[in-house]
């Protein structure tokens, strides 16, 4: 048993760990650590397991926000549509949910789970779908382990709703994007629900953990005055890519995406340079000036403010801000021939191969 | 007791009466009516019963297709589609159904009904929610009724399918369009379960004899080489707008939908004028050179070939094509403050208000 309780306090923590491993995308967990910290506030703490306390018959269902999240922040949810989805999913299934997870440990959806969880009392596993956040449905180790997205319910806050059952995780995103933007631009999603046995196989364990150490780490650090930088690189066995001041930013909400490239003037070490980073909702690219990949999907690319050493999202990059921005390695199964097609290069429409972190310098 | 049979034969007339009343669009019932004899050759004839011979508990089921008519013609339905959706309404209902209902009296959304009421042994009640075409869902008498379009079922021949539950019919056809796009432009649809009691309120009633008996005009005028132009005007109460040949078709697939304008040069009494008329799907407006109005959405613009004296669908315009364009009045319901609010000029983006047909010259 290595269950752990989260607070209140706690949630400060992993919001900014999901910020950082959010890989610029996925929503500023802001909004959803308020939600969760109400939702601790009125209902007591969550209960974070470990997979392996699952019974194989448990039905697991990962709850979250789907969308562009340059919306999330003008439309905000009210804090009960998670929770309605779920219900949703719910009452199609016939069944109650007896263990909430997290789809990616990343922004937005690595903290509105908790609202749910306190919500509802249920626990919440430790791990999650991708060691990051990935911008469309279907890039989660779920899909790599043959587990269906459907039945899957899409909800707004206005009470439209729909349960989508597709022959692919692929179909499901496609019928689920679609719906998000005529829903506005963002939705709340109950989606793949799976038996504890499937979870066990899926999940990427334990970075519940790790985002709260990150997040305390990051706090430690700028207590002590240090950008955290240096020792999350070394926690994480990446390293800084650059750091630079943005000198230009384009961005676009696209098919219901934030799609963009920042351009970055060098400072520091890299004076004298320029530097892009290209995301659709997360950071995908970073190139030098030659076009030289620095690194690439599925490998993070994390950026903190140059300054005070918080984690940038993409909607917070502006012109003047001075970032460092981190490489870190993927979880592994993403570096396979099966997560390069989800989640690799070419899927995002690149015509360079990835090529791991610790081979580009 | 008036209910009546509806065997093989039976079926062409009710097809060529729905391609006359679906005023250019709801596509070509041609397909529809292959659907349906196969279906009534393997099963037998259909029932079409009287809406007061339904009990007020029956559920009543609504099957159709929903897409661009341009779309259908090259993606087929498999004649399983129609049945499918019903079958995962009535799943997600606990309850099968009663009786079938034809959405339109027009198109092939008037003989796709019979392929599943042949399949499934069900009744199909005489009538439908509008008494012609239109090319959008909460374009119905249930509408003007309160009866809410949801919960509903859209599947595509793939495996797809999603049950939608939406605060509003208009809400509905959102949600259902878009997904309609992203299953290739066309789906099949079940939708606005709803009591006996409820379809006695709703119904544009004995809607599907009135098809059959316009496709028996049509044909018997044929026969005796005669355009049933003149005879269709006097039985239905409208007129001939013009005899025209197109000179110009500009036809596009948009957000779902076949649109475009089709352009005719006078022949016969109208030598020496120029004709437009507007289509989404439907024929919608009917304009002479100097931009008066000959007819205009909710009235009936049907178009039946000069020469043969076979309805014309939108699709089926090409250059040169003699066509001759008839005005028919809407039901009533159409004509009131709500149904022109729901349909009229207006909601279509035109400028104009609503001129009944008795009131142009």
């Known amino acids: 048993m290595s269950s752990f309780s989260v607070g209140s306090r706690d949630m400060e923590a992993i919001a900014l760990g999901g910020a950082f491993m959010g890989t610029g995308g996925g929503g500023d967990p802001y909004i959803g650590k308020l939600m969760a910290q109400a939702a601790i506030t009125e209902h007591g703490p969550v ?21 562009a999240p340059t919306v999330m922040l003008e439309k905000l949810p009210n804090g009960q549509e998670a929770h309605q989805a779920l219900q949703k999913l719910e009452a199609y299934l016939g069944r109650r949910a007896d263990v909430l997870v997290c789809i990616e440990a990343g922004g937005l959806n690595s903290t509105i789970p908790f609202a749910v969880a306190a919500a509802t009392g249920l626990p919440l596993v430790d791990g999650d779908g991708m060691g990051r956040a990935f911008p469309e449905l279907q890039m989660v180790s779920f899909t790599m382990f043959d587990i269906p997205a459907t039945p899957m319910v899409i909800a707004d ?43 066990k196989r899926g999940l990427l364990r334990r970075t519940v953990s790790l985002l709260k150490e990150i997040g305390e780490t990051i706090a430690c650090e700028r207590k002590a005055n240090r950008n955290p930088a240096d020792t999350l690189t070394s926690r994480l066995n990446g390293r800084k890519l650059f750091t630079g001041r943005v000198v230009d930013i384009d961005r676009r909400t696209v098919g219901g995406f934030a799609r963009g490239k920042a351009t970055f003037k060098g400072m520091d070490a890299s004076i004298g340079k320029t530097f892009t980073v290209d995301f659709q909702n997360e950071f995908l690219v970073a190139s030098d000036e030659n076009g030289a990949l620095l690194a690439t999907t599925p490998d993070l690319i994390c950026a903190l403010d ?6 940038v999202t993409t909607e917070q990059l502006r012109y003047g801000l001075a970032v460092t921005m981190l490489g870190i390695p993927c979880a592994g199964f993403w570096a396979t021939d099966a997560g390069i097609e989800l989640v690799g ?17």
């Open 47 to 67: 209960t974070v397991i470990d997979v392996d306390d699952i019974a194989d018959d448990a039905l697991c269902v990962p709850v979250c926000m789907m969308g």
């Open 157 to 199: 806050e206005k009470g439209n709703s729909s349960v989508i059952n597709a022959i692919s995780n692929r179909w499901t995103e496609r019928l689920a994007r679609c719906q998000t933007v005529e829903m506005g631009g963002a939705a709340l999603v109950a989606l793949y629900p799976m038996s504890g046995a499937q979870l």
């Open 306 to 311: 140059a300054d005070g050493g918080l984690p």
């Open 345 to 361: 290069p070419g899927y995002f429409g690149y015509e360079h191969a990835y090529v791991p972190l610790r081979q580009l310098t």
